[in-house]
């Protein structure tokens, strides 16, 4: 297979020689496009197992390293080995560009419902290989979403949205008793800004992002592909590999539980985008956002944390769309929808939200002239009392206004898929 073909390299971006360490058995792959950089491992030869892992150190539960190659897949996401132990199956997935560095961390915080690596092996503290039993099952909850879309089935969508949500959402639970730190707003911009950069993007999106929003060891990027429904009452997870963009454009800060979310949600926008659907869109939308509410933290999942002026989805969902947007462009594989179609919509969201400001500089108004109407009346020489007692509801009201005015998180970004309605079908 020729290295242009490969799903997992950037068939449009040009490889470079490098001189950089790499570990026995693999050699490093440089990639470079226009402002772009890859970097990532490969095995000199999949085939023999024995010599690929020679210079790697193991964990946890691991095949032999007499093992039998006996299949190789090449998926968008690395290699993909079909091992043989004795008379045990194996599967190997390689991380071309490795982890954020807490992949241990994610597996013992994972339910037992879901299916996590059950070893693997490392080089200088990067995770290179993970291994688990080999599985025959397939995962199938996206193929039974896109059915019940193109079927035009409600109930059922909202079903397979509502657990898989749910499925996060109890991880989420599990992450909150682990190691969290407080939000970064400013490393959050300062990462959709260089995304903005990198792709020479005409939109700007910042938010100054509420305090409940606070980092934790996160999922990553997370699809309903990624869904487990051997239960019936609950959803797994299928720990899966980073995508590509976290080669190009490296993640340097940790993430709130809302990235995860948002990461699923804007998997919604794909399918949703693909399928011949008249569902509405906020229905199902809503029927996710109940969903990860029922099982994760109540806080992380508040109405302050979903308040699109201070973040909320509509931030992570546009962070998704640029790194779609990067991904196609390291392919050239032409425009990835609904990402573009959903960046284009940005500027309108947010003339939208600042003409809105107008209704809080007005809230502000009034209340400043009512508080200095009580202190005037209490410390001052004024007898009136009208005007304050007047202008004090006027202020909650405006306020409360204003909040109300916000873009829900339940109404898409693209603004023609809110316009469907039942009255479509």
Known sequence: ?????????????????????????????????????????????????????????????????????????????????????????????FYPWGTDG?????????????????GGFSWNDT???????????????????????????????????????AAIGKFHKSAENARITPRDSRKWNKRVEKLEALLRANTIWRAPHTKDTVCIISIGDIRFSDMIDESDEEYGIYFNRPRLSDSIAKPDCEFPAMRDFSSLLHDLNRIYYSCNSKLPIIELRESMIEGWRSTAPQKWASEKSFYTPRGGVFFWEYEQCLLDVIEAVSHQSGKPEPAVSMLREVPGIQRTMFNHRIVAALSF??????????????????????????????TIGLYYTYRRLAPSPAISILRV????TDSDS
């Open 127 to 165: 995770d290179l290989i993970t291994l688990r039993k080999w599985n025959n099952s397939t995962i199938d909850v996206k193929s039974k979403l896109i059915s019940a879309l193109n079927s035009n089935d409600l109930q059922t969508s909202k079903e397979i949205v509502f657990k898989s949500a």
């Open 417 to 420: 898929w809110n316009e469907k």
């Open 365 to 394: 108004m009034t209340g400043f002239f009512s508080g200095n109407g009580f202190y005037q009346y209490i410390i001052g020489n004024s007898e009136d009392i009208v005007v304050p007692l007047i202008l004090l509801p006027l």
């Open 1 to 93: 297979m020729t290295e242009d073909k490969i799903a997992w390299k950037p068939a449009a971006m040009t490889r470079i020689n490098s001189e950089d360490e790499a570990p026995i058995g693999f050699q490093r792959l440089v990639f470079v496009g226009i402002g772009m950089k890859s970097e990532m491992f490969e095995p000199n030869n999949p085939n023999n197992w024995k010599d690929t892992i020679l210079g790697l150190k193991s964990w946890g539960e691991i095949p032999s390293d007499e093992s039998l190659v006996e299949e190789i897949i090449h998926s968008e996401r690395g290699i993909n080995l079909k091992l043989k132990d004795n008379e045990e199956y194996w599967l190997a997935e």
């Open 102 to 118: 807490r992949l241990r961390a994610r597996i013992s915080l994972a339910a037992e419902e879901s299916d996590v690596p059950l």
